[in-house]
Structure formats: structure tokens, C-alpha cells
């Protein structure tokens, strides 16, 4: 069936260095994407979001980046940070009404 | 924060009874999303509310059901619980029906024994 889905469940990361989580997704008809963080015992955060007539977006210290030839979208955090870590997911919507989550990369920060 | 606000926060219940869970939308939101996450999972869509009315339903049973009131608040409504609906239950609420961003409440933690 169609899913979202992360390449990788975990990602370690060396307190300052660039981080990339990547996402798969296979509904050629979605058409708005969004990344979220959970930290623990919380709710999804909004992060950023992009449309899919767009390749990039960029927000403060974030970038999604969109690829609907293989229908692949990322997530670069510039100079990561401690606050960093948490789980990361990324969502598409495949209709008005529904937002699909992958199951999710947990990114840890290491000092 | 998100100004979407869920109670109550824990919950605990016996397999075979009812819950209620309530979510206060960000002003200014007319819909209205409920999420079921399991742990270590993602959120899985079970329905959606606009204006008070269903528009959009996941692959759950009809022992989940929902309102939304005037005020756009919503509520989630299971029966017959099992031990499997153990989860984070999330609220989400949006400006319109559009591609438009989620903003999501805090969650409520439902264990079922």
C-alpha cells in the first residue's frame, strides 16, 4: 500500500554538524508536505511545510527539500543543536482532510 | 504552544468501558483532526471535523465517534475500549479545510487494562 516512510529510525549526531533525515513517500498525488518534532510527552511541532510545486524551502536553521521525480523529501537542520533531539516525522497530505505520518526518525544530539 | 489544549492529560480505563476526551481548538479554527498514536509509531488519522460536521474518516470502527460544538471545540468519544486503544490520542486543529498547517495539542496518554 501507499505509506510515508523514513529511510532511518535513528540518527546520531555530533552537536554542531549539519543534520539530513530523509523521508519516501510513494502517492504521487499528494501535494503538501510538512515535517513535525515530538520531544517526549509532547505533541507534534510544526516545523516547516512545503507545497509541491516547490523544490525548496528554507526556514531559520531548517531546509526542506522536495524531489517529486523520486518522490523523496529531507530535512537539513543546520548546526544542531541539544534541543535538537527528539523524534522527527514527516507528513503528506494526500487529500483535504488527512495528514499521513511515517513512522519516524529519532535524531540524538551528542555533545 | 499551539493554543490547542487537551484534556485531560492521563487517563486510565478498564477494557469495556466508555471515554471522553476534549480538545479546545486555536481561535480562530473552524476544523478539527483527532490522531491515535501508538507507541513508537505515528499518528494515525481517525477523523476530521468542519463546522460541526465529519468530513473525512480514518480506518477506524465506528466505536470511535466525535462531535465538534459551535465553538469548534471537539470531543472524541470511545466505547467498548480494548486493550489495543492504549495511545497517545492527539488533537490537531487548522485555520480551513485547505493544505493548510496543523497545529496540534499536547495530547492525551489512555491506557487500557
Known amino acids: 500500500g501507499e505509506s510515508v516512510g523514513l529511510h532511518l529510525p535513528t540518527l546520531s549526531v555530533q552537536e554542531g554538524d549539519n543534520s539530513i533525515i530523509n523521508c519516501a513517500y510513494s502517492?504521487?498525488?499528494?501535494?503538501?508536505f510538512i515535517w513535525y518534532k515530538q520531544e517526549s510527552g509532547k505533541g507534534p511541532q510544526f516545523i516547516i511545510d512545503?507545497?509541491?510545486?516547490?523544490d525548496k524551502r528554507q526556514g531559520q536553521r531548517v531546509t526542506v527539500l522536495l524531489n517529486k521525480t523520486v518522490k523523496h523529501l529531507s530535512l537539513q537542520i543546520a548546526a544542531t543543536q541539544p534541543g535538537d533531539s527528539a523524534v522527527y516525522f514527516c507528513?503528506?497530505?494526500?487529500?483535504?482532510?488527512?495528514?499521513?505520518f511515517g513512522a519516524g526518525t529519532t535524531v540524538t544530539v551528542r555533545a | 504552544e499551539t493554543g490547542v489544549t487537551q484534556s485531560p492529560t492521563h487517563l486510565i480505563k478498564t477494557r469495556g468501558q466508555q471515554v471522553t476526551l476534549r480538545c479546545s481548538s486555536q481561535?480562530?479554527?473552524?476544523?478539527v483532526s483527532w490522531y491515535q498514536q501508538a507507541l513508537g509509531q505515528g499518528p494515525q488519522f481517525i477523523f476530521q471535523?468542519?463546522?460541526?460536521?465529519?468530513?473525512g474518516r480514518g480506518n477506524f470502527p465506528p466505536r470511535f465517534s466525535g462531535l465538534q460544538f459551535p465553538n469548534y471545540s471537539s470531543e472524541l468519544n470511545v466505547n467498548a475500549l480494548e486493550l489495543d486503544d492504549s495511545a497517545l490520542y492527539l488533537c490537531?486543529?487548522?485555520?480551513?479545510?485547505?493544505?493548510?498547517?496543523?497545529?496540534f495539542g499536547q495530547g492525551t496518554r489512555l491506557t487500557v487494562v
Open positions: 481561535s480562530g479554527h473552524n476544523t
Open positions: 471535523y468542519y463546522r460541526e460536521e465529519e468530513n
Open positions: 502517492n504521487s498525488a499528494s501535494d503538501y
Open positions: 507528513a503528506e497530505n494526500r487529500g483535504d482532510y488527512k495528514l499521513s
Open positions: 512545503i507545497r509541491s510545486n516547490m
Open positions: 490537531a486543529s487548522r485555520p480551513g479545510q485547505g493544505n493548510t498547517e496543523a497545529f
